[in-house]
């Protein structure tokens, strides 16, 4: 079949300082929107140069990969937060709060990409990719024992409110002619760690593959809201990409005829940077008429991969899965939250430069 895109990208770009520190300083909204703007048209402006079909802001109107919705539905309280351990890449535990706690019914107030759409639409070079979180990201963050069970009973009913938001939004992204979708779905990592399946049973007090199996329903019904003809739709799945950090280490073994063969996405965005992320077997899985995009650059270390290391490593991954369905982008975005990934911007755009050149080698 022919695959569209084989050179991908995850989205999110590094921030330059100038834009942190006017957002950090609250520059005045006018100021703020302009300098995005500059910014947004330089990040479209360099994706064409490096070859690339598929455009992205660079995530650069947002704090975070999922701030949109925080954005955009009212019953957030963004002052409150749940400390829990998170860096799994440092020997240390260190403890980090993510800022969001729903306190009240939940209400869709405009579409999550109301401030990004308009301008990509206007500005972009070519087919417009859009970034939206999974609904299954903010039952694990956003539910807080003794404030969100006084308005929802437990993290489902949670969950399902949020699945109506995304599936209106991205229907709304479908109907206004955005040809790739993507959904950026973090958790499903916690069923392919022991330490994290242990803690959604006793955090989330459910059993984990009962979760699983709710977690892929809940963004399939994003998924067919957002089916039409010429949409792409896909789902991003990394084991976190906070500031280089990660949380959550494991082969997709343990996960893979349930994900690959149950999700209704078209395009699957998988991490392979380092060893935390498994052997390529259990791509044997994944349905012969889907593609796999084999996130081999790593956006956490500034070191450039070498292209003939990269090449090598997509044809280990074809003795499983069909070199002709296959595509290649980094392992995540360069900058889940706002203050980025530890490289710098020359470094980013070497990376994905390299990331067209090995797709231009693989399948020429």
Known sequence: MP???????????????????????????????????????????????LGFQIYTDGELRRRNFMSELTDAVDGFDLEDSIARDWDASQKKPQVASVTGIVNRKLKRMHSLTERELPFLRLHSPGDIKV?????????????????????????????????????????????EGVKYIQMDAPRYSYYLDPKW?????????????????EAIAADNACFDAARRPGVTVAIHLCRGNNRSHWYAEGGYDAI?????????????????????????????????DKVVVLGLITTKKAQLEKSDEVLRRIHQAAKYFPLENMAISPQCGFASTAEGNLLSEDEQWAKLKLVVNTARRAWH
């Open 3 to 49: 695959v569209q895109y084989r050179a991908d990208h995850i989205g999110s770009l590094l921030r330059p300082a100038d834009l942190l520190a006017a957002r950090a300083g609250g520059s005045e909204s006018g100021r703020l929107r302009s300098m995005e703007d500059h910014y947004i048209l330089r990040a479209l402006a360099k994706q064409k140069e």
């Open 131 to 175: 970034l939206v979180p999974s609904p299954t990201q903010f039952p694990a963050i956003a539910f807080k024992r003794g404030v969100t069970d006084k308005v929802y009973k437990d993290h489902s009913a949670l969950l399902w409110d949020v699945v109506e938001i995304i599936k209106q939004d991205m229907a709304q992204l479908a109907a």
């Open 197 to 213: 399946r242990a803690w959604i049973k006793q955090e989330m007090n459910q059993d984990p593959e009962e979760a699983l199996d």
């Open 256 to 288: 893979a005829e349930k994900l690959f063969g149950s999700l209704r996405v078209d395009r699957f965005l998988l991490e392979y940077d380092d060893e935390r992320a498994g052997t390529f077997e259990p791509l044997r899985l994944v349905p012969k």
